[in-house]
DNA sequence: TGCCTTAATTTCCAACGGAAATGTAAAGTC
DNA sequence: GACTTTACATTTCCGTTGGAAATTAAGGCA
């Protein structure tokens, strides 16, 4: 029912297939460093039980020799749901074997007991199944809650959740007991950073950070393949490392946190000092920015400038190929683009600026779509 | 002549026996997953190579069942060298398979010039081999040498070196000439990581940082048994990090960066500006500070605090399950021990607070060894 | 049609490591 | 003191894995 117990040649002829699309078997010994003997025995279980498939001859016509057969994941495979807790909603996707969405759906979250939002995970489940239950592959061979916070994917607890307010909840057991469905759980940013690593703007990179500008402010990193969890379960916490200056306070009590000048939440508060508006809407602030406003648009600056410090930070730390920028704060990215990177170029040290700054804007649909990522994973990623 | 030809069981039964110290067999296939026989028969070709040695029984005398022999690594079965270069001299150890020194010696470096560094070099290699020429492991079985900058030890090259102003030079190559040494070359911050990651504070921890402070700033950070290079080659750049302020100017031309405020040279330099005294010593400040002068106590505490929103970032962001805190600064380190600490606790985001700080005064003899270390990991860390 | 080239498959085989039986060396027991 | 128990260590046997190399396949080209 999964790649475990084939060969680790299997595996890796998967993986490769999963990352760079269709590849003939040479193509694919040549990446590898399989030999075609190998790689021809490994491919042939994987077709016979549906999880590879060939797919016609590249496009590109070379001189001569024997022309190439592709082989490609068959992503009809299996099927997986993923589903992402936020403080009060749920969203929910279907999704193929390479995490790709195939149906989408929320709900609303009326109260924050656990009992409650396992049943409303358990409903939401039971809905995307039936919205597309034909074809082969009838189960659903996986679930990936994804929720922010302190998670133990390990054990399946959730350890500290603030917008829940849960504590050492084991939740993967619940919601495996309320589906009936081998459930996984994560946080929703390290979930994300897998999709990416696996099927999205990081695939085949040797690192990556992916940073997440929104209400909070986070990243997940990954490096040689793996994302990194922190030994004590905390990692990519961007949003409080200690750049912004003292003016600000953040929740977390301190000052001059990311997070306490670049948040949306932040930047709203800012902009009504700015104008003396106390009811002004982060949408109002985007408009009077964009109009030309110089206060409002002296908030966002600044705040690119906190944003652009912190990539920085991160860039030095760990020198990644590439940052994914992205976020519901990439929406107004055009208002402190010029600014984050002005401010990452200065800052970031030597080589360290060869880093490549890309935007994603990755709606929440994405972040349920990383859950079923880490669903995945546990089909074509055995035990790590 | 190396591990390289062992099958993979083999390498882990003696990287476990590195890092662990001695073991009995038993012991060794329970921490590795290795069946009793394979442990065995990986272990006798070790034994007959002379690699690993039995080396007697536990001496906590268990209730019963046959009495278990314990194994270990044979240090004498192979001799490195290690040699760091800094601006104006170099320093070198002779040291054994787990990087003990056994003789260490320093030459002065009169010209930066490539050539007469590398027949420097290859004199106090000689020097070295000379020392201790006597036993069986009559060669040198490898040479290591580090330096700080950019370095990229794949091909051997030193991309750009600050101090000594080097670009693109094959150092590797070039002192494996002169030497007839196999000669790998890495940056002296990561080689020093390796060493603490094997036979150090950081053995056996799935994640560490090793944060140095001195002239300049820097640290090396280990993550899953792996030291992080960065995709452009830097990475653990921590006298970056902007969490400084705007008071100060860095050497890079930024304001903010930690080297700014807490490198020795910019304590001294603000000793001076807070006493008037344009001569100020490193020393005179810290006997100032010992003594009581409150400005000096100011520019200690203000250095302490920088360093701890810099420990706190690496925290937040990696997740180490440990950082250690060391170089040259670490002699006054009481100095701002209180403060880093106290910052760190304040900035350390939720669980990455429970990151154990130690201190590890790690003289030049340690950098050197470093090399050593790194050039032993070529035996016994084939391939990666 | 034969030849060349590259892809894919097949065959054969060495090695790696697990399972389990066997051997070994102590303590405990009556 | 013989016997049992216990845990360590070794040996034997065997299934699996993946590489080497020979073979077959499928096209272009002269």
Redesign the pocket.
């Known amino acids: 029912m999964s790649l475990t117990g084939q ?4 595996v890796l002829v998967f993986q490769t297939l999963l990352q760079h699309g269709p590849l ?3 193509e694919i010994g040549r990446r590898t ?6 790689v ?4 042939t279980p994987l077709i016979a039980d549906g999880w590879i498939t060939e797919v016609g001859r590249p496009t590109a016509e070379r ?7 592709l082989v490609a994941v068959r992503a009809a495979r299996a099927r997986f749901v993923g589903v992402k807790i936020t403080g009060d909603e749920l969203i929910g996707v279907l999704a193929d074997l390479t995490a790709r969405p195939l149906a989408s759906r929320r709900a609303a979250l009326d109260s924050r007991d656990v009992g409650t939002v396992v049943l409303a995970i358990a409903r939401l489940v039971q809905q995307l199944r039936d919205t597309a239950d034909v074809g082969e592959a009838d189960a659903i061979h996986g679930l990936g809650v994804t929720i922010s916070g302190d998670v133990d994917g390990q054990t399946g607890h959730v350890q500290y959740s603030p917008f829940l307010n849960w504590r050492r909840v084991p939740l993967a057991q619940l919601v495996e007991s309320a589906t009936a469905i081998p459930t996984v759980i994560e946080n929703d940013v390290r979930a994300l950073t897998v999709a990416e690593q696996w099927f999205g703007a990081g695939a085949g990179l040797s690192s990556f950070a992916l940073v997440t500008v929104g209400a909070g402010i986070g990243a997940g990193l990954s490096v040689g393949g793996r994302v990194i969890s922190g030994a004590h379960g905390v990692a990519g916490e961007v949003g409080h490392l200690p750049v912004g200056g003292t003016e600000r306070t953040c929740t977390c009590g301190n000052t001059g946190c990311v997070e306490a000048v670049a948040s949306t939440h932040a930047i709203t508060e800012q902009a009504r000092q700015a104008t003396g508006d106390a009811e002004l809407t982060m949408e109002e602030a985007v408009r009077l920015a964009h109009a030309g406003d110089p206060a409002v648009r002296g908030v966002f600056t600044h705040a690119g400038h906190t944003l652009g410090l912190a990539l920085a930070s991160v860039a030095n730390l760990i020198g990644p190929e590439r940052i994914i920028i992205s976020g519901e704060g990439v929406a107004s990215y055009d208002l402190f683009a010029d600014q984050i990177r002005q401010t990452f170029a200065d800052h970031a040290f030597g080589a360290a600026a060869d880093c490549d700054l890309v935007v994603r804007s990755l709606p929440f649909e994405e972040w349920a779509r990383g859950g079923a990522a880490v669903a995945a994973q546990r089909v074509f990623a055995p035990a790590k």
């Open positions: 060969p680790p040649a299997a003939s078997r040479a460093g399989l030999s075609p003997g190998a021809t025995k490994s491919a001189a001569n020799g024997r022309p190439a057969t």
